[in-house]
């Protein structure tokens, strides 16, 4: 059984999980600073963060979070 828990199918999937988690985190954090600055977050925004599985992009919408006036601002570049 031991060896089953060392196998590199076993480690990938542990990897994606732990990858998975981190997006999870992401996403989370990105709509709580909208929540905790009591900017209305709209269902078309929500189901975009949540839809995003690119840790890098989730990053850069929570630093644009710290700053919006309005959560629609995440999306815009520059």
Request: one cysteine or more; glycine letters at 6%; charged letters at 30%.
């Amino acid at each position: 059984m031991q060896y089953f828990f060392r196998h590199p199918l076993a480690e990938q999937v542990r990897e994606e999980g732990r990858l998975e988690g981190r997006v999870e985190v992401g996403i989370e954090m990105v709509l709580s600073i909208l929540e905790w600055r009591g900017i209305p977050v709209p269902a078309a925004v929500r189901k975009r963060v949540r839809a995003c599985p690119d840790r890098d992009q989730l990053t850069a919408w929570a630093q644009r979070a710290v700053h919006a006036t309005d959560a629609a601002e995440l999306f815009l570049e520059g």
